[in-house]
């Protein structure tokens, strides 16, 4: 609801909003333009005296103001009609006539009423209220989706759009909120829905005395220019008429002959309401917030325009055939999907069952229904929306299904992303509702990262196990565009202890973009099922370096180690800004095993800033598989390592884990921690898991657990 | 546009109870190429000891912008009720405001003065920048104003 909320009012308003915006920008260079024109008023010069020295040099003055933009002007006539200067607000001395910039009067008509008067007005103020409500739901839902109001500032993750929609969002929605409800209740004081703002004084008249000088009115000399609003003299024709004096305290009418104040209304609360909401959307006389406003304005259209490809995105329905229809099917696929990708699972999975002899059919989660429980089987394809909430296709599914008639097995697979401290959130919440209704389980449930392919065939065996056929899962999410590298050097560890490990060089005629800890997608000959390496290497280092176990059986790893100098692979790179070091000179702790040596390696490698950063190393045998032995040496004379520990598995009289390690430095790490460092693990589940279990126990006394270094991204892991 | 005050017919002595005993007037307000936003102008009727009468017209209808017509806000005490059913539109600069009122005989030639306010956001506020008597002899004679006014003028 929230998000239909958000999308419809905003693609209503995104028109609207554009040219809004795109003044209210020229606008908010206003106050600096002005400010160049117009120094600040320094206090010391009474309005008597100012007024003083203006009357002198006219016939007759009729008013003095210190206008919104900072220019203290002087409305006089001296018989040829009524004129309007500049004053210096000092000495009084005239600078010339005083003419609005027609520029900025063109930009605040468009903006206020986008030239067309009560309608336009009434547009415009139509849109501020939906900017209001776009900020609103837009701040509740970013905080939903990284999990929560605590967690407003974490990382935003995902596709590139919903990256910058939502840190843009994010910088801009202070300004964007201030910028739509001021002018939201601008609105409404322009159109009399709020009640009459000014206060003004009783009316009173003169004494009627002869006039006195104006430089001696006590009335007038209590009061600086640079409080001044706006001074209106009085008639020359009535003595009974008297100096209005209007100061950001109040309207004071003040008795030409003797000076003194006749009557007083101070600022009502309204008015002063009123004056800031105008200082706020105006940025009034301070320049500085007024171009801060402006930025935020300028992200207007920029979050439109992401926010229109994420709603286009979510909006392509996905082209998924069922190869059966349901009251035929003996299979049900139900799927849970916010992006569309997990459809795309899903089509694998149908695909490969119908090839195995099942008659398949697919539905979203959402229109389960009775029909579907004459199937033998549910399979449940789940992804999870933020911290663990329903996706886009589920969100009536947990409603419905108490409803249904039958119970039939059902097995859940859940999609997510291990980074999030609530991984598969809502599957879980699919299986633990499953569970409390009696549902039968037709296979253990299982958690898919970050749309893995080797997992999703992992388990695809697994269910082929379950339904007694073979089951290959070959799933690709899309072929991606990939570009020949050549090998141009190598390096074998680990051979002695029966778990080879290559370091492996790349070379290309231009390398693309990427980043230590980023990963490379290789296509071995013959597959379409990319496997996915971490870099050691950053393009600026000139060549593409992995590490690659030699996995018994295993094709890709197989045909790289088989590889030769000079011959060429296949790969693509992919972004993976959720595994690196945090900007800045925090320490840095490095723990990796075997070949998840490889992009701490390359983070040491780019450490020129020299900041401290300790790395823990696990391998089997020092004289065997000490991967990067003689770089990381040099790389601690250099000093862009600080410390380094290693552990190996097989040593003769000191055989060790890397955990071990950790856990021996507990009181270091804990002086790190404290130090706002951030830990970077990489390396196979079994030896993260033991590492994240040693780090508990370390953390523990700091009052802090690894889900909450997690969830601010001082605790991450690469783990495969 | 022809306009009855009905408010003030009822409230005020200068407009005629039976339109045999009143005349058309027309006021013509015509305003420099100032090149501002829309004025606003306000036209109102003092007798000959200064004494408010009634207003004729108020153009302009955003009332928080009333103040500035500092004379009229005077003189009339600022009543909202005084303009009730005579107010329009701003007066854009170089535009002219024609309007057409009833006027009950008794007024015309009796030593009353028609004033004219005008005020443009961030421009000028002018209270009274035209004052000129309710006389028929001044009848489709122009009279300028020293602010934003380039001509008025009564046609009876």
């Given at each position: 609801?929230?998000?239909?909320?958000?999308?419809?009012?905003?693609?209503?308003?995104?028109?609207?909003?554009?040219?809004?915006?795109?003044?209210?920008?020229?606008?908010?260079?206003?106050?600096?333009?002005?400010?160049?024109?117009?120094?600040?008023i320094?206090?010391?010069?009474?309005?008597?005296?100012?007024?003083?020295?203006?009357?002198?040099?006219?016939?007759?003055?009729?008013?003095?103001?210190?206008r919104?933009?900072?220019?203290?002007?002087?409305s006089?006539?001296?018989?040829?009609?009524?004129?309007?200067?500049?004053?210096d607000?000092?000495?009084?001395?005239?600078?010339?006539?005083?003419?609005?910039?027609?520029?900025f009067?063109?930009?605040?008509?468009a903006?206020?009423?986008?030239?067309?008067?009560?309608?336009?007005?009434?547009?415009?103020?139509l849109?501020?209220?939906?900017?209001?409500?776009?900020?609103?739901?837009?701040?509740?839902?970013?905080a939903?989706s990284?999990?929560?109001?605590?967690?407003?500032?974490?990382?935003?993750?995902?596709?590139?759009?919903?990256?910058w929609?939502?840190?843009?969002?994010?910088?801009?929605?202070?300004g964007?909120m201030?910028?739509?409800?001021?002018?939201?209740?601008?609105?409404?004081?322009?159109?009399?829905l709020?009640p009459?703002?000014e206060?003004?004084?009783?009316?009173?008249?003169?004494?009627?005395g002869?006039?006195?000088?104006?430089?001696?009115?006590a009335?007038?000399?209590?009061?600086?220019?640079?409080?001044?609003?706006?001074?209106?003299?009085?008639?020359?024709?009535?003595?009974?008429?008297?100096?209005?004096?209007?100061?950001s305290?109040?309207?004071?009418?003040v008795?030409?002959?003797?000076?003194?104040?006749?009557?007083?209304?101070?600022?009502?609360?309204?008015?002063?309401?009123?004056?800031?909401?105008?200082?706020?959307?105006?940025g009034?006389?301070?320049?500085?917030?007024?171009?801060?406003?402006?930025?935020?304005?300028?992200?207007?259209?920029?979050?439109?325009?992401?926010?229109?490809?994420?709603?286009?995105?979510?909006?392509?329905a996905?082209?998924?055939?069922?190869?059966?229809?349901?009251?035929?099917a003996?299979?049900?696929?139900?799927?849970?999907?916010?992006?569309?990708?997990?459809?795309?699972?899903?089509?694998?999975?149908?695909?490969?069952?119908?090839?195995?002899?099942?008659?398949?059919?697919?539905?979203?989660?959402?229109d389960?229904?009775?029909?579907h429980?004459?199937?033998?089987?549910?399979?449940?394809?789940?992804?999870?929306?933020?911290?663990?909430?329903?996706?886009?296709?589920?969100?009536?599914?947990?409603?419905?299904?108490?409803?249904?008639?039958?119970?039939?097995?059902?097995?859940?697979?859940?999609?997510?992303?291990?980074t999030?401290?609530?991984?598969?959130?809502?599957?879980?919440?699919?299986?633990?509702?499953?569970?409390?209704?009696?549902?039968?389980?037709?296979?253990?449930?299982?958690?898919?990262?970050?749309?893995?392919?080797?997992?999703?065939?992992?388990?695809?065996?697994?269910?082929?196990?379950?339904?007694?056929?073979?089951?290959?899962?070959?799933h690709?999410?899309e072929?991606?565009?990939?570009?020949?590298?050549e090998?141009?050097?190598?390096?074998?560890?680990?051979?002695?202890?029966?778990?080879?490990?290559?370091?492996?060089?790349f070379?290309a005629?231009?390398?693309?973009?990427f980043?230590?800890?980023?990963?490379?997608?290789?296509?071995?000959?013959?597959?379409?099922?990319p496997?996915?390496?971490?870099?050691?290497?950053s393009?600026?280092?000139?060549?593409?370096?992995?590490?690659?176990?030699?996995?018994?059986?295993?094709?890709?790893?197989?045909?790289?180690?088989?590889?030769?100098?000079?011959?060429?692979?296949?790969?693509?790179?992919?972004?993976?800004?959720t595994?690196?070091?945090?900007?800045?000179?925090?320490?840095?702790?490095?723990?990796g095993a075997?070949?998840?040596?490889?992009?701490?390696?390359?983070?040491?490698?780019?450490n020129?800033?020299?900041?401290?950063?300790?790395?823990?190393?696990?391998?089997?045998?020092?004289?065997s598989?000490?991967?990067y032995?003689?770089?990381?040496?040099?790389?601690?004379?250099?000093?862009?390592?600080?410390?380094?520990?290693?552990?190996?598995?097989?040593?003769?009289?000191?055989?060790?884990y890397?955990?071990?390690?950790?856990?021996?430095?507990?009181?270091?790490?804990?002086?790190?921690?404290r130090?706002?460092?951030?830990?970077?693990?990489?390396?196979?589940?079994?030896?993260?898991?033991?590492?994240?279990?040693?780090?508990?126990?370390?953390?523990?006394?700091?009052?802090?657990d690894?889900?909450?270094?997690?969830?601010?991204?001082?605790?991450?892991?690469?783990?495969? | 546009?022809?306009?009855?005050l009905?408010?003030?017919?009822?409230?005020?002595?200068?407009?005629a109870?039976l339109?045999?005993?009143?005349?058309?007037v027309?006021?013509?307000?015509?305003?420099?190429?100032?090149?501002?936003?829309?004025?606003?102008?306000?036209?109102?009727?003092?007798?000959?000891?200064?004494k408010?009468?009634?207003?004729?017209?108020?153009?302009?209808?955003?009332?928080?912008?009333?103040?500035?017509?500092?004379?009229?806000?005077?003189?009339?005490?600022?009543?909202?009720?005084?303009?009730?059913?005579?107010?329009?539109?701003?007066?854009?600069?170089?535009?002219?405001?024609?309007?057409?009122?009833?006027?009950?005989?008794?007024?015309?030639?009796?030593?009353y003065?028609?004033?004219?306010?005008?005020?443009?956001?961030?421009?000028?506020?002018?209270?009274?920048?035209?004052?000129?008597?309710?006389?028929a002899?001044?009848?489709?004679?122009?009279?300028?104003?020293?602010?934003?006014?380039?001509?008025?003028?009564?046609?009876?």
């Amino acid at each position: 609801m929230l998000r239909r909320l958000h999308s419809f009012a905003g693609l209503a308003l995104a028109l609207m909003l554009v040219a809004i915006a795109a003044t209210g920008v020229g606008l908010s260079l206003k106050p600096a333009v002005d400010r160049l024109a117009s120094p600040a008023i320094t206090p010391g010069v009474s309005v008597a005296i100012l007024t003083e020295a203006v009357a002198a040099r006219h016939q007759r003055v009729d008013a003095i103001r210190v206008r919104g933009d900072g220019a203290v002007t002087v409305s006089f006539n001296d018989g040829a009609g009524k004129k309007v200067e500049r004053v210096d607000p000092r000495t009084g001395a005239g600078l010339g006539a005083y003419q609005q910039s027609p520029t900025f009067r063109w930009l605040a008509d468009a903006h206020r009423s986008l030239l067309m008067g009560d309608a336009g007005r009434i547009a415009v103020a139509l849109t501020a209220l939906g900017l209001l409500a776009l900020s609103l739901t837009g701040a509740l839902m970013l905080a939903r989706s990284l999990g929560g109001a605590g967690a407003l500032l974490r990382p935003v993750r995902g596709a590139a759009a919903r990256r910058w929609h939502g840190e843009i969002g994010r910088l801009a929605l202070a300004g964007l909120m201030l910028s739509s409800l001021t002018a939201a209740f601008l609105s409404a004081t322009t159109f009399g829905l709020v009640p009459f703002a000014e206060n003004p004084p009783p009316v009173v008249s003169a004494s009627g005395g002869p006039a006195a000088p104006v430089g001696h009115l006590a009335g007038l000399a209590a009061v600086d220019v640079a409080d001044l609003e706006r001074l209106t003299l009085p008639a020359r024709d009535e003595a009974t008429d008297v100096f209005t004096l209007r100061t950001s305290m109040g309207e004071a009418l003040v008795d030409p002959s003797t000076g003194g104040v006749l009557s007083f209304a101070p600022v009502s609360t309204m008015d002063r309401i009123d004056r800031w909401a105008i200082a706020l959307h105006t940025g009034g006389s301070s320049w500085p917030y007024a171009l801060f406003l402006g930025l935020s304005t300028a992200a207007a259209p920029v979050l439109g325009i992401t926010g229109f490809l994420m709603w286009r995105r979510r909006r392509v329905a996905p082209r998924v055939m069922a190869p059966a229809r349901i009251d035929e099917a003996d299979t049900i696929i139900l799927v849970g999907s916010e992006g569309g990708s997990t459809w795309g699972f899903a089509q694998t999975l149908s695909r490969a069952l119908t090839d195995a002899g099942h008659r398949v059919s697919l539905a979203a989660m959402n229109d389960i229904e009775n029909a579907h429980l004459r199937a033998q089987r549910l399979v449940i394809l789940a992804a999870t929306y933020g911290d663990g909430d329903a996706p886009a296709s589920a969100r009536r599914f947990l409603d419905r299904l108490g409803n249904l008639e039958r119970r039939i097995p059902v097995a859940v697979l859940g999609f997510g992303d291990r980074t999030f401290p609530n991984f598969c959130g809502y599957a879980q919440k699919i299986v633990a509702a499953l569970d409390a209704q009696g549902w039968p389980r037709l296979l253990t449930p299982k958690r898919i990262d970050r749309g893995s392919a080797q997992e999703f065939a992992q388990w695809g065996r697994d269910l082929g196990a379950a339904l007694g056929c073979t089951l290959t899962l070959e799933h690709v999410a899309e072929r991606p565009k990939t570009s020949a590298f050549e090998l141009v050097g190598r390096e074998t560890y680990g051979v002695a202890v029966g778990a080879p490990v290559a370091i492996l060089r790349f070379a290309a005629r231009a390398l693309p973009r990427f980043e230590a800890g980023d990963l490379v997608g290789i296509l071995a000959p013959g597959s379409d099922m990319p496997r996915f390496y971490s870099l050691a290497s950053s393009q600026s280092d000139g060549v593409l370096e992995i590490c690659v176990r030699l996995q018994p059986g295993g094709l890709c790893s197989t045909w790289l180690h088989n590889l030769r100098e000079g011959e060429r692979i296949e790969a693509f790179i992919r972004d993976n800004p959720t595994f690196r070091p945090v900007e800045g000179r925090s320490p840095l702790i490095l723990i990796g095993a075997g070949s998840g040596i490889a992009p701490l390696a390359g983070f040491v490698r780019a450490n020129e800033a020299r900041r401290p950063v300790h790395l823990y190393f696990g391998g089997r045998s020092q004289s065997s598989d000490f991967l990067y032995e003689h770089e990381l040496a040099e790389r601690l004379a250099q000093r862009r390592l600080t410390t380094l520990r290693t552990a190996f598995s097989r040593h003769p009289f000191d055989a060790a884990y890397v955990q071990d390690r950790v856990a021996a430095d507990a009181l270091r790490l804990r002086d790190l921690i404290r130090g706002e460092a951030q830990i970077l693990v990489c390396g196979g589940r079994e030896m993260a898991g033991a590492v994240a279990e040693t780090l508990e126990t370390v953390v523990r006394p700091l009052g802090l657990d690894l889900a909450a270094l997690k969830s601010n991204g001082r605790y991450l892991e690469d783990v495969y | 546009m022809k306009l009855a005050l009905p408010l003030l017919a009822a409230t005020a002595a200068f407009v005629a109870p039976l339109i045999a005993e009143a005349r058309q007037v027309t006021f013509e307000t015509t305003l420099k190429a100032y090149g501002g936003n829309g004025a606003y102008v306000a036209l109102y009727l003092l007798d000959g000891a200064g004494k408010y009468k009634g207003t004729l017209w108020m153009a302009g209808d955003k009332t928080k912008f009333y103040r500035h017509l500092s004379d009229w806000t005077r003189a009339s005490g600022g009543r909202l009720a005084e303009v009730d059913g005579i107010t329009g539109a701003s007066v854009g600069s170089g535009k002219t405001l024609k309007i057409t009122v009833d006027i009950a005989d008794a007024l015309i030639d009796a030593g009353y003065k028609v004033h004219v306010d005008t005020s443009v956001e961030d421009g000028a506020d002018n209270p009274s920048e035209v004052v000129a008597p309710l006389v028929a002899s001044a009848s489709g004679k122009p009279v300028a104003g020293d602010g934003y006014v380039k001509s008025f003028k009564a046609t009876f």
